[in-house]
């Protein structure tokens, strides 16, 4: 199975043998039937440490992120800040280090400083545009983990993944990459050189808003093992109901993909000319610095597009509570789009922080309506 779109609707999703169902059961079960003391039927015993619907999921993720590599395997969680908490869980111990990005997504920073950070983690930030930074940021002999967004959420700036990996690599340390704005679909981080891959499985490869859920792909089985121990014994899993649900979305995954991405680029060229708007933030613009690096390593410039309003925070805040189509809310990646205020709603978390966001800015989760419609909706709210 070469293609993606293939990949996504067949990868661990083999008609069932039993009936012939052509869609993977829901195997809404907790224990299972043993063929005596230690004999496992089929390998489960018990739902938090195997399950087959979810072992459907965990298939096909790895098939999408690593094709081809018989080493990948993929674990699903019940979020995907508890895939990232099982990350840190596993790489990281108390007097250890790791380089974050300068402008990380809210939880994930909420995540180092209130959790890792007392537990004895330190941590850095550091402009990831630039490896010399991350090189720079980096403690000899403590820094065991360099943690990347590409693109990042909400400030939309790229990464160089092969880069940063020769830095992470030649310092001893793991490159994690949080491909959760690209999907599988538009980037595949470990082809580039990194060790993790986190999603928040919530987002684009659920795609219908009705699923909260992460995980993570590696393909050094060592490093998988040691991070499924952490999956069992931790045991922030996810259900079969929602691991049947994020399989579900991925079968359309590729097709969605396409149209987040051509209503994006339509809703950021209307932007660029917009009289009360100062900065469009999308990687697909050639005028974004990281426009080459983007293009190099992904399919296509994805769905999410920020922009700064002239007139500061006040004005950003009437566009958010101005339009229709575009649902007030927080997350991302669903069907049906979103408008939010960074600064007050998802990177709240942040304020006062390094890792502020401007007051001024304005994050969309573009969908896949009708692009006229999306268009009128946002002229509206500007006008």
């Known amino acids: ?87 840190i869980r596993t790489v990281l111990k108390p007097g250890g280090h790791a380089v974050i990005p300068n402008d990380a997504y809210g939880g994930t920073f909420r995540l180092f400083a209130k959790v890792a950070a007392p537990w004895g983690v330190d941590y850095t930030p550091a402009n990831l545009q630039d490896p010399q930074a991350v090189a720079d940021a980096i403690i000899p002999g403590r820094t065991a983990l360099v943690w990347v967004e590409t693109p990042t959420n909400p400030l939309l700036n790229i990464a160089d993944i092969a880069a940063i990996a020769d830095v992470a690599h030649a310092a001893g340390a793991l490159l994690v990459v949080d491909n959760t704005f690209a999907s599988p679909y538009l980037q595949q981080p470990l082809a580039l050189g990194a060790d993790i891959v986190v999603h928040s499985t919530t987002k684009y490869l659920g795609g219908h808003s009705d699923v909260i859920g992460g995980a993570l ?83 296509d410039f994805g769905g999410m597009v920020s922009f700064r309003m002239k007139d500061g925070e006040q004005a950003a805040l ?22 939010e205020h960074p600064a007050r709603m998802t990177h709240a978390s942040a304020a006062g922080s390094p890792l502020e966001v401007p007051a001024d800015l304005v994050r969309l989760s573009v969908g896949i309506e009708e692009s006229d419609d999306l268009l009128s909706d946002l002229e509206k709210a500007l006008s």
């Open 217 to 299: 792909i590696a393909t050094d089985a060592e490093l998988a093992e040691r991070l499924a121990f952490h999956q069992n014994a931790m045991g922030a899993v996810p259900g079969p109901f929602d691991s049947w649900l994020v399989l579900r979305g991925i079968k359309t995954l590729g097709v969605r993909m396409d149209r987040h991405c051509s209503n994006a680029q339509l809703i950021a060229d209307f932007l660029v000319g917009h009289p009360r708007v100062s900065e469009v933030l999308w990687p697909g613009l050639e005028s974004h610095p990281g426009y080459e690096v983007a293009r190099r390593q992904m399919r």
């Open 318 to 339: 009437d566009v958010c509570a101005a339009t229709d189509l575009f649902i007030l809310g927080e997350s991302l990646g669903g069907v049906e789009s979103l408008i």
């Open 1 to 87: 199975m070469d293609g993606f779109n293939t990949r996504a609707i067949h990868a661990g999703q083999e008609p069932d043998a039993l009936t012939g169902a052509v869609v993977p059961p829901i195997y809404q079960v907790s224990t299972y039937a043993q063929d005596g003391v230690g004999g496992l039927r089929g390998g489960y015993e018990y739902s938090r440490s195997a399950n087959p619907t979810r072992d459907a999921l965990q298939e096909c993720l790895a098939a999408l992120e690593a094709p081809g590599i018989e080493s990948a395997r993929a674990l699903a969680f019940a979020s995907g800040l508890a895939a990232e908490d099982t990350v």
